[in-house]
């Protein structure tokens, strides 16, 4: 399966994850595209068959710079092949600022469901206030997802 894996990071860190991401699926099989500054044109030429977000938030919930734009391009032209597609999102965020916790990955499940993207496992949220690993925080849930795919 083709999967496309969109990323938001402001230190890096929902970059790593995402690139964790990627090797776990291509080891299992998959097809991937990931670039942290892709474009709607290079997710539209990679024609995608499932998408994962991975972003962390930023300012009051935000998804970081780096993502702005291709969320915006992605909802102003709501691509109508992806319907239907398996979708999940991994967030990233800090516990401790409360309501806004993992707000950029809400973000993307709002927009993955305005797509009709199918959300084939509950978002990840994975708290930088328990954790210094989120790669490895993330496999468990990764591994979930590689036979949601499979399926």
Sequence with gaps: ??????SGSVYGTAEEVARHAQSLLQAAGHETFYSPRATLADLQGFAPEA???????TGMGELP???QPLYSTIRDQLPA????????VIALGDASY????CGGGEQMRELFAELGLREVQPMLRLDASES?????DAEPWLAQLIDALKG
């Design 81 to 88: 092949a992806w319907r239907g597609l398996p979708g999940a």
């Design 132 to 136: 210094v690993t989120p790669e490895a």
């Design 98 to 101: 409360g309501d806004t916790f």
């Design 51 to 57: 998408l994962l977000a991975v972003t962390s938030t």
């Design 65 to 67: 710079d780096n993502l």
């Design 1 to 6: 399966m083709k999967v496309a894996i969109l």
